[in-house]
């Protein structure tokens, strides 16, 4: 495999770490962190916040408007990402992932992240799989969350 495959596979391979432990909280009945009331671009320095509280570096927020649909830049590690943040009263659906794909390829980075306060449609969630874009959502923040708390 080349590097490249082998920094998307670990990357991959966290967001499935943080699934798992996203499902253990669920199980223990933990209470959700209110994310609802935040205010778009506060929403994203709070997602800024929880990626450097979880190991990433170099954590950019971008402007808020013509950002080309990354709202944060940032590093795991040696691979470089892109972050959509959605701060929406429903889920989070198709556009989130295709502007966070687009943003990725924009800024020259190797993985897309969509970080939500709710949930994300079914269509989301296969065109994501499709183009390997991550979709971290409420239980995935409430997880990541943890790391601002300890």
Known sequence: MRTVDLRILAVLL???AVLFFVILRYLRGEKPVDMDEME???FEYY???LLRANGYTHVEVTR???DFGADILCMQGDVTVAVQCKCWDGPVGVS???EIYAGKDYYGRMVAIVMTN???TA???EIA???NVILWDRDALEQLSASLEA
Do not use: I, M, N, T
């Open 40 to 42: 778009g671009h506060d």
């Open 14 to 16: 966290a967001a499935g």
């Open 96 to 98: 989130a992932v295709q």
């Open 123 to 125: 269509p989301a969630r």
């Open 47 to 49: 997602c800024a916040d």
């Open 129 to 131: 799989s499709r183009l």
């Open 118 to 120: 709710q949930y994300f």
């Open 64 to 66: 808020g408007s013509g």
